[in-house]
């Protein structure tokens, strides 16, 4: 009745099967760790973009300000796309030249539990 069926015929046993469904499934589950981490670091570095914005439109704000009414200025919040930003403004005199004005400005912002800082600087001269 099973007379055309060959002992020890090439395909596939039951074991070798399940040990490549092993296998895939470990390297899918890898992927799919991978595909976390690249979206937690998209969303970072949209936020980092977002600050550098941040701090490069209050730049162009105070070039655009007389130079005798540069002056420092206390903290303010922005909120983008639900993340609350910090700006800071820190203006010095006469540094590092005399008649020049550096200009520090921060942006920072908390991601889970870790804070993040951008820090832009320019020098405007009267």
Do not use: C
Request: aromatic residues 6%; glycine residues 6%.
């Amino acid at each position: 009745m099973y007379s055309h069926l060959k002992v020890g015929s090439d395909g596939f046993t039951l074991i070798e099967i399940m040990i490549t469904l092993v296998i895939l499934s470990i390297g899918l589950l890898s992927l799919a760790g991978l595909q976390v981490s690249a979206i937690k670091g998209n969303a970072n570095s949209k936020r980092m973009t977002t600050a550098v914005s941040i701090a490069e439109k209050k730049i162009e704000q105070i070039k655009n300000i007389p130079y005798t009414d540069i002056q420092s200025e206390s903290a303010q919040q922005f909120t983008v796309e639900r993340v609350n930003f910090t700006q800071q403004v820190t203006v010095t005199a006469n540094n590092p030249l005399q008649n020049t004005k550096k200009i520090d400005i921060t942006v920072s912002w908390k991601g889970g539990s870790k804070s993040y800082t951008v820090p832009l600087s320019t020098i405007i001269s009267q």
